[in-house]
């Protein structure tokens, strides 16, 4: 039973609280709260109880069904987010609200705790006394109950069948300041050139997102008003955008609508120099309204990002550019599973690091990949992980971003779904909490008459190259070929059932049969259909190299293998990855094991001021984090760490989307 907010209470006895109408506190009501008032189910109650009630019996409580979705309706725009509505005792309505909405559209931060049925919060409010939300997992996410949160901040909920509706009092921007204007009061946060302040009147959403990088105008040299511009020297400046619900008084939106920018900071090597900050008024580009809310475009430079905090008296959006934004955290999401951020050094460079610690003996781990039903197809991580009910996850292996077919194994429950590529780094393991990694190949064998052997060297693969390749109903109901005149055999019952002609690739698929697989022959494999006539029957040998990879029902290649038994081992070239891959700056991805068993999921993003980390300082960041077994993972914009419906290393609107990952469930053995 979930504690009474100190709001239902009268004296010491817990009270009945009437419902309370709705009442609209201003002259005229908006359009967004008339479409709130006009829906049919009746508003939670959230006002202040009538106090003059006679208590219930405590023997007899009265309870309403739960009710609970999936989406919720903002001040009159639609976002996706789960919620449950439970009745507690005496009619008490107690709302829950996932974790993950509730930060990225709403703005509120969480702070570091250590306790995992308890959230402190900070949202306009001081945060050394913080408000603490109750939390209670369920169906793959974190719920916080934010029914006294909602009362303090006077909104209005109601409920309208799989859509929660929240409408939040009208604030208004009262001003914007930037660069060495004066704050008042003064002496709050002193404010830098790469600092912006907006001042409200009371508090209200927010939320800050990262967009595309800015085309940046190139003029010819002066001496010749014909040639061509040269390319830039330096990264373009990335958009980011502050969006608040909000209105801005004119005068401001025409302060910043005056006449355009010009781009931010001419060099990279400036944006790095910490006296080189971003100048105020080439920092914000744009300020609008749009739909009542006020949306701040900034202008901010390549390994530079806004940290965004809140502070109450005066109710403060505090905007800073740097080069260093992340906060770091340290939080106890759930029993067994730890969010963890912080920069960690490597020489002089600095490099910002979200991970998930988890312990395997709490929760299991599982490949999840786009389309149950087939492995054709791309998604992002955050709506495959919703869709598999997992707590977290990250991106796994490799895929062809045209025709969206996997490039490495994936192996679930003791089922080859896709096979290994390449002698590629793989890492396997058991519902016990026992991981192995190493370099994975997998040799099956066809096994015919007259001791006939032919070699299956890709099995339900997107990577094409001469021979036999498998496919099974994992790989969906049809083949279609990926390469011109293919030879396919389908083999049923283990007997090869009938021969086909692949013909043009891309154009006739083929079925699978249920109760079998297609053989598909390549290149000089074509030849090798005549050993097997219609009616031969045939058996599959297969085995792992190394044989204790056989061991593990659960398996994700990736590559390359970066730290076995706590030692470096990197060998790109052996893996078959390009000069170009090796050297690439990039964002990374990677998932570990520590020597107390512990698994850890984790994403390295950009240096302070600079790019990503090569795969060598992606090692030696993983050891760092006491990995002592070490898998890179997909990486650059494939990078996508999950938890509890919310991505927690970027913004979801700059993530890829990818073909499959690695999902973290809670007790699902």
């Not at 006002?47 to 309403?64: F, G, H, L, N, Y």
């Not at 990279?268 to 920092?283: A, G």
């Not at 190493?438 to 096994?447: K, N, S, W, Y």
């Amino acid at each position: 039973m979930l504690k009474m907010p100190n709001w239902y209470r009268k004296k010491s006895y817990p009270v009945v609280t009437k419902p309370v109408e709705y009442q609209v506190f201003r002259a005229t009501a908006s359009p967004i709260i008339a479409t709130i008032l006009s829906l049919s189910p009746i508003w939670v109650a959230i006002a202040q109880p009538v106090p003059e009630i006679t208590p219930r019996s405590p023997a007899s409580p009265m309870r309403k069904a739960p009710s609970s979705g999936n989406q919720i309706s903002l001040n009159g725009r639609t976002i996706p987010g789960a919620w449950l509505v439970k009745s507690g005792t005496y009619d008490q309505q107690i709302i829950f609200l996932s974790d993950g909405v509730f930060r990225q559209a709403i703005g509120v931060d969480f702070l570091n705790s250590n306790n995992p049925d308890r959230q402190p919060i900070q949202w306009f409010s001081s945060a050394t006394s913080p408000l603490v939300l109750v939390t209670q997992l369920q169906s793959g996410y974190r719920y916080l109950d934010i029914t006294k949160f909602v009362q303090q901040a006077n909104w209005q909920l109601q409920t309208n069948g799989n859509t929660l509706v929240i409408v939040t009092p009208q604030a208004q921007i009262k001003n914007i300041i930037t660069g060495q204007q004066p704050l008042n009061p003064p002496g709050i946060n002193t404010i830098r050139e790469n600092r912006i302040a907006v001042d409200l009147d009371r508090p209200t959403p927010w939320i800050v997102r990262q967009g595309l990088p800015i085309k940046q105008v190139q003029t010819p040299p002066a001496d010749d008003p014909d040639a061509i511009a040269p390319k830039p020297a330096t990264l373009p400046n990335r958009e980011w955008t502050i969006t608040l619900d909000a209105i801005a008084d004119p005068a401001l939106i025409q302060r910043y609508t005056s006449a355009l920018q010009p781009p931010l900071l001419p060099s990279l090597i400036k944006q790095i120099l910490p006296e080189t900050r971003p100048t105020p008024d080439k920092l914000i580009q744009k300020v609008e309204v749009v739909n009542n809310q006020t949306i701040v475009s900034l202008s901010v430079p390549f390994g530079w990002s806004p940290r965004v905090n809140t502070i109450d008296n005066p109710h403060r959006l505090m905007v800073e550019i740097r080069p260093d934004a992340m906060v770091e955290r340290n939080i106890a999401w759930a029993n067994g599973l730890r969010w963890r951020q912080q920069f960690i050094s490597l020489g002089k460079e600095r490099f910002p690091v979200v991970w998930l610690e988890a312990n395997p003996r709490a929760v299991t781990l599982k490949p999840i990949w786009a389309t149950p039903e087939t492995l054709i197809g791309t998604a992002p991580l955050i709506q495959t992980a919703q869709k598999y009910l997992a707590l977290a996850a990250i991106n796994g292996g490799y895929f062809n971003r045209n025709n969206r077919l996997p490039l490495g194994a994936i192996r679930r429950d003791n089922q080859w779904i896709s096979g290994p590529i390449l002698n590629r780094g793989a890492i396997a393991w058991n519902n016990s909490g026992q991981f192995y990694v190493g370099r994975l190949t997998l040799q099956e064998t066809l096994v015919a008459p007259n001791n006939l052997r032919l070699p299956i060297l890709f099995l339900n693969s997107g990577y094409v190259q001469s021979g036999i390749a498998r496919y099974t109903p994992s790989w969906g109901t049809t083949y279609t070929p990926l390469t011109d005149n293919e030879t396919i055999l389908l083999v049923q019952k283990d007997e090869v059932s009938s021969q086909l002609a692949g013909g043009k690739a891309g154009q006739t698929p083929v079925p699978i049969p249920q109760d079998g697989y297609l053989l598909t022959l390549r290149g000089t494999a074509a030849t090798t259909a005549m050993q097997l006539p219609t009616g031969t029957k045939v058996t599959l040998t297969s085995a792992t190299t190394p044989a204790d990879f056989s061991r593990y029902p659960n398996i994700v290649g990736a590559g390359p293998l970066l730290i076995q038994n706590g030692q470096i081992v990197i060998d790109a070239k052996a893996e078959k990855f390009s000069n170009a891959f090796i050297a690439e700056k990039a964002i990374r991805s990677g998932i570990c094991t520590t020597a107390t068993g512990t698994l850890m999921i984790a994403a390295v993003h950009n240096r302070a001021g600079g790019a990503g980390p090569t795969l060598a300082e992606h090692a030696q960041l993983m050891k760092q984090l006491g990995c002592v077994n070490a898998l890179n993972l997909d990486g650059g914009s494939s990078t996508s760490l999950y938890l509890g419906g919310q991505l927690l290393d970027r913004s979801p609107n700059t993530a890829a989307r990818v073909h499959n990952g690695i999902g973290i469930f809670w007790q699902q053995r």
